[in-house]
Nanobody, 122 residues
């Protein structure tokens, strides 16, 4: 039983900033990866940013590199995504994603948050 709780979405003007948070709760042995996907109307869900492994290696979609920064607080099982210089094309529902090992020597499972709307006006 794992739950991902998102917060931080909202409406901003182009050029503004938002900070998304996602906290994982429940029985967790190890979080192997955590990050964000987004889906705009009529488009497929796409990876935005991901932080993985013990070293915290990060991956970003090309469209957000240099503007978005993902980070994590391991003690809180929480990831953050600072979004700066927002553009109208960033408008989408943002979904927290986590790959979590719940029990030692057992497979990892994928979990999704409920989604939070980010709207950027021009």
């Amino acid at each position: 039983q794992v739950q991902l709780v998102e917060s931080g979405g909202g409406l901003v003007q182009a050029g503004g900033s938002l900070r998304l948070s996602c906290a994982a709760s429940g029985s967790i042995f190890r979080i192997n990866a955590m990050g964000w996907y987004r889906q705009a109307p009529g488009k497929q869900r796409e990876l935005v940013a991901l932080i993985v492994g013990g070293e915290g290696s990060t991956t970003y979609a090309g469209s957000v590199k240099g503007r978005f920064t993902i980070s994590r607080d391991n003690a809180k099982n929480t990831v953050y995504m600072q979004m700066n210089s927002l553009k109208p094309e960033d408008t989408a529902v943002y979904y927290c994603y986590a790959q979590i090992q719940v029990v030692v020597a057992r497979p990892t499972y994928q979990y999704w948050g409920q989604g939070t709307q980010v709207t950027v006006s021009s």
